[in-house]
């Protein structure tokens, strides 16, 4: 793990710039020493936690040497931020179990799985509204993109309707997992063609 880290410190450093470096090392020290200890703790460690998946596209946009306080980063990096939590909780939903073995504090416990489904759907609703917002931010303004991104989101928020049905069990949020997660990678490729072929 020190090599790794060490290496991928050397790489911001030396191919791209110090800010890069910065948000590396910040992303390093934010996971280990705040995010993974909080886990034992606090059942909501989830919202820190989703900082640091949102701290990637902002190194890449500085080592393309871009503004950190352009709208077009931080809509992005919202957008990966509120995905992370959904995600979360459907694993939660999913390995419940697991983590009451292990002794982690879970919302399940706390609110119940009938209201952490309701939260995880309002959070993909959310995540969705990001989605459809981000071209407005000067990645584009293109129909066909705007038209794309609108559909795939009332596809997501269609099939994840089934997290609020009480019959839902692991393979179904499993399903509705893998549907959030191939719904940010689509919408991830379809800004990124645009803005190459743009």
Do not use: M
Not at 48 to 63: F, L
């Amino acid at each position: 793990a020190a090599i790794l880290v060490l290496l991928g410190l050397w790489i911001l450093i030396i191919y791209t710039n110090i800010v890069c470096f910065y948000l590396g090392i910040a992303a390093l020290f934010w996971y280990n020493i705040l995010y993974t200890p909080l886990k034992r703790f606090s059942s909501l460690a989830v919202i820190p936690g989703s900082v640091i998946g949102s701290i990637p596209p902002i190194i890449g946009w500085a080592a393309a040497g871009g503004d950190l306080l352009d709208p077009t980063i931080v809509f992005l990096a919202l957008f990966v931020f509120i995905w992370q939590i959904p995600h979360f909780w459907l694993l939660l939903l999913i390995y419940n179990d697991e983590y009451s073995k292990a002794d982690y504090p879970t919302l399940t416990n706390i609110i119940g799985p009938v209201s952490l489904k309701r939260l995880t759907f309002i959070w993909i609703v959310a995540l969705v509204t990001c989605g459809v917002i981000i071209p407005y931010f000067s990645f584009t303004k293109e129909l066909i993109v705007l038209s794309i991104l609108f559909i795939l989101g009332l596809i997501l928020i269609f099939r994840s309707k089934r997290v609020l049905t009480e019959t839902l069990d692991s393979k179904g949020f499993f399903a509705v997992f893998t549907e959030l997660n191939i719904y940010v990678l689509v919408v991830l490729l379809v800004l990124s063609v645009n803005r190459l072929l743009n």
